[in-house]
C-alpha cells in the first residue's frame, strides 16, 4: 500500500475509509502506469465512492485529488487516441459527445429535467438552467466555461416543481465534464 498524501480527520468526524481509498488510489496507478491490463475510465473515477468512517480521510482533500486523477486520465486517453488515430478523429468524436448534450440544452429553462416525484428535494430549476445556459455559451460562442466551473457549482435545493430530480442533472453535468477536460 502507498503512503497516503491525505490527511486524517478528528475522532468527532467522519471521513472516507482510508484503506478502501488507498485502494482505489493503487489500482488507479497501476492502471495508469500500465501496470496491470485492466484499464480506468473517468466514469470509473466519477463512480467511485467510499464508506465514511471516524478518524478516515478529509473527504475535501481526496473529491479534489480524484478531480485531478480523472483529468490526468482523460489527458492519458486523449494522448493515446490523437497517436493512434491523430488530433481530427479525437475533436470529431469530441463533437459528437458534445452534441448527445445539446438535445437538454435545446429545451426551454425550467424544462430541461424531470422534477423529483411527489415533494422530495432536487436542484433549483434556476441554477440548473443558468449552468446549462453557460454550455450552450460555450459551444455556441466559445464562451469561457472549464471543468472545474461545473465541478464547483453547488445547485441550491428546492421542492416540487421548482426543482429537478438530483440523479439526470448529476448525470448530465458528468457527461459535461467529460467533454469540457477532452478539449482542455
Known amino acids: 500500500m502507498s503512503k497516503s498524501l491525505f490527511k486524517t480527520v478528528s475522532i468527532m468526524r467522519t471521513g472516507y475509509d482510508r484503506d478502501e481509498v488507498d485502494e482505489f488510489f493503487d489500482h488507479a496507478k497501476a492502471a495508469y502506469e ?27 482533500e481526496v473529491d479534489a485529488a480524484l478531480d485531478r486523477l480523472e483529468a490526468a486520465f482523460v489527458s492519458k486517453a486523449r494522448t493515446d487516441f490523437v497517436a493512434a488515430h491523430g488530433q481530427a478523429a479525437w475533436m470529431a468524436g469530441l463533437a459528437e459527445r458534445a452534441r448527445t448534450l445539446y438535445g437538454r440544452l ?19 430549476k434556476a441554477a440548473v438552467d443558468t449552468l446549462c445556459n453557460r454550455l450552450v455559451g460555450f459551444f455556441d460562442r466559445q464562451e469561457p466555461i472549464g471543468s472545474a466551473d461545473v465541478r464547483g457549482t ?11 430530480a438530483e440523479g439526470p442533472v448529476d448525470a448530465f453535468f458528468a457527461r459535461a465534464i467529460e467533454v469540457l477536460l477532452g478539449v482542455e
Open 34 to 60: 500500465g501496470l496491470i491490463p485492466e484499464t480506468v475510465t473517468a466514469a470509473d473515477i466519477q463512480q467511485a465512492t467510499f464508506a465514511l468512517v471516524r478518524r478516515g480521510y478529509d473527504s475535501y
Open 106 to 124: 435545446s429545451r426551454p429553462s425550467g424544462e430541461k429535467f424531470d422534477s423529483p416525484e411527489g415533494r422530495k428535494q432536487g436542484y433549483s
Open 154 to 164: 453547488i445547485f441550491p435545493p428546492a421542492r416540487g416543481r421548482d426543482a429537478y
